[in-house]
């Protein structure tokens, strides 16, 4: 069964599925390890005509649409009040998905095979078929992940797109308040989460899986010697192929 607070909807374009849709998002229960074929499609119907969504990875919660979806990506940089020359992630199914959108030299390519599927975020150049909206606008790079969840695989090979990946929450270090005597936020629960972010998005999938605020580690591929830019997850994993 589909989780409290649940909609019908029905697609009558593709521009702007906030559009046709009440303000609470749908949830949809999914097994973590064997997503449901049928829940999955819902959820990819939703995503081509635009939603935007909450739900896990193998690192954080994050908030995503369909990158071709320019609508849906504008209302992603919205909720994260973000400007539009800072890049947004985004994941791909596979390391061959990947370079259809971003140049991978042999280099690159012989380190990321080592690491996908994983806990890794990898700037590289870009190609044309990554939206503008997405991309570092100075630089022409950006930010790939392939991650290690079964639901986010299923969900990108359902829809044949990648699928743009930002943070849902901040991890607690940036988000307390530096004042003397003021408590940092306390880490969220998943329905706490659900609770603050419902009436910002159109689909929260829900695996059951509690957040985490462990964070991808960085990789940039983009020059000659590849560089770690941050410490997340399975670094000392990447640190040995660098």
């Excluded at 995503?47 to 849906?72: E, F, Q, R």
């Excluded at 290690?148 to 940036?174: D, F, K, M, W, Y």
């Excluded at 629960?189 to 964070?215: A, H």
């Excluded at 990789?219 to 192929?241: C, F, N, V």
């Amino acid at each position: 069964m589909l989780g409290v607070g649940c909609r019908l909807f029905f697609f009558q374009t593709t521009t702007n599925y906030q559009q046709i849709t009440k303000s609470m998002a749908k949830i949809f229960s999914i097994h973590p390890d064997n997503p449901q074929i049928r829940r999955i499609n819902e959820i990819r119907a939703a995503l081509s005509h635009g939603a935007v969504m909450l739900y896990p990875t193998d690192t954080v919660y994050a908030i995503g649409c369909d990158i071709n979806a320019k609508s849906a990506v504008e209302r992603v940089r919205k909720i994260k009040q973000l400007a539009n020359d800072k890049p947004l992630t985004f994941l791909c199914p596979s390391l061959s998905n990947v370079a259809t959108y971003a140049i991978v030299s042999d280099t690159a390519y012989r380190i990321m095979k080592h690491l996908i599927p994983g806990p890794y975020t990898f700037l590289l150049p870009a190609t044309k078929l990554v939206p503008r909206l997405v991309q570092n606008p100075k630089r022409k790079t950006t930010g790939i992940r392939v991650p290690n969840h079964q639901v986010c695989l299923a969900l990108l090979r359902a829809l044949g797109n990648p699928i743009i990946s930002t943070s849902a929450h901040l991890p607690p270090e940036e988000t307390a308040n530096k004042s003397v005597g003021v408590e940092p936020e306390p880490i969220l629960s998943r329905v706490d989460l659900f609770d603050r972010l419902e009436d910002l998005v159109d689909v929260i999938v829900d695996t059951g899986e509690e957040p985490s605020y462990e964070v991808s580690t960085i990789l940039d591929l983009t020059g000659e010697k590849p560089i770690m830019i941050r410490q997340g997850l399975g670094w000392e994993k990447a640190a040995a192929w660098l």
